[in-house]
């Protein structure tokens, strides 16, 4: 369903957008917990720093209005903007550590020494495009786990 990239590539400039999604969905515990419309997200990379910077239009979803990615590389169906420290206040959780350590041999993922993750703070952002289009957006938490999914009109799954 969504486009395919070789995994693990580098992505220094060009993942800039504004996406206006028809709808939202906030996951915990397998299930559903809210869904709504009406949202903004622009996402914009500093080619200097390759730093990735979401900018959402909303107070209400416990996603902190200015985020900040560390590193942005591509994975089989998808791009990850991603902040993966060697030290940090969700180093323990499951999905966190499976992120971390589901890579290849001599890709280097960690990209600090310590980070402290604030609960409306996700620590990765998938970009998923269709036909090289923005189709879905979706942030993970750990420090009050949750997924987080914003869609592009008309993609349902």
């Known amino acids: ?23 939202y ?11 709504n419309t009406n949202i903004e997200l622009i996402v914009s990379q500093n080619e200097s720093t390759n730093k990735i ?3 959402s239009s909303s107070n209400k979803l416990n996603l902190s209005r200015h985020l900040e990615f560390d590193i942005c590389y591509t ?3 998808r ?5 993966v420290p060697e030290q940090t206040n969700i180093g323990n959780k499951d999905a966190f550590i499976s992120f971390k350590t589901n ?9 600090r020494d310590f980070k402290k993750f604030e609960e409306n703070e996700p620590y990765v952002c998938s970009i998923f495009l269709i036909n090289k289009k923005v189709a879905k957006v979706s942030f993970s938490f750990e420090n009050n786990s949750r ?4 869609y592009a009109k008309g993609v349902r799954e």
């Open 103 to 111: 890579i290849p041999f001599g890709f280097n993922i960690i990209t």
């Open 75 to 77: 994975s089989g169906d």
């Open 25 to 35: 969905e906030i996951w915990q515990s397998g299930r559903c917990i809210e869904n």
């Open 1 to 23: 369903m969504y486009d395919k990239f070789t995994p693990f590539q580098i992505i220094k400039t060009g993942i800039n957008f504004t996406f206006k999604p028809e709808r």
């Open 147 to 150: 997924l987080l999914e914003f």
């Open 79 to 83: 791009i990850y903007c991603a902040t």
């Open 53 to 55: 910077f979401v900018e």
